[in-house]
């Protein structure tokens, strides 16, 4: 073989390598981040499903009103809008909570605790992470790990999202939701739809 292509193969070799080994650790990172988020959903929330109970109350605001579903569905969205908040509030207190004792609450702290050491190791070697700055396939809500940080981390986890941010690494509302979290978790005076035009 010729010296010249060996050299040009080499080349290639050294040019394809990095790459393959790049979108192989990313795809490793969006496996992490997965996982995290399943975990962290793990004791939350509800065995329900909230879509059901929504559309069983709507139904039944929609029939009270003395529409048809039809004719509540050709309403303007402004005028939709408040039926259906007001479906997804009362659907919400309707359901039953998985958390009903202590020895539960235990095993969501400790998730909590080890998902959220193992999302600063991650942020800390390779920046914020969002299923979205990976290109992964499966989408995760990263910004929840943090949001459910026990108090021992909020230190490291102010420290990261202060860094971030100056890195514009991490959105304005992914920042705003945890630091409401950090600051003991206030009334939030702002929507996701206040942020769309980051």
Request: proline share 5%; hydrophobic share 40%.
């Amino acid at each position: 073989m010729p010296p010249f292509k060996i050299i040009n193969l080499l080349i290639l070799l050294v040019l394809v390598i990095p790459l393959h080994s790049q979108q192989a650790q990313e795809k490793d990172l969006c496996s992490q981040l997965v996982t995290l988020v399943e975990r962290d959903q793990q004791y939350r929330g509800t065995n329900d499903i909230i879509a059901d109970h929504v559309n069983q109350v709507l139904d039944s605001l929609i029939q009270a009103k003395g529409l048809t579903p039809q004719q509540f569905e050709a309403l303007p969205a402004q005028e939709q809008g408040p039926t259906k908040q007001l479906a997804i509030k009362i659907a919400g207190q309707q359901m039953k909570p998985i958390i009903t004792n202590d020895s539960l609450a235990q095993l969501k702290l400790a998730l909590d605790l080890e998902n959220t050491k193992t999302l600063i190791d991650l942020v800390q070697k390779h920046g914020w992470l969002t299923s979205k700055n990976l290109g992964c396939s499966q989408s995760s809500k990263t910004v929840l790990i943090f949001r459910h940080a026990p108090k021992v981390y909020w230190e490291q986890v102010r420290e990261i999202i202060e860094n971030e941010k100056a890195a514009n690494r991490i959105s304005g509302y992914e920042y705003y939701v945890i630091d409401n979290h950090l600051k003991g978790r206030p009334p939030m005076t702002k929507k996701y739809a206040d942020f769309t035009n980051e």
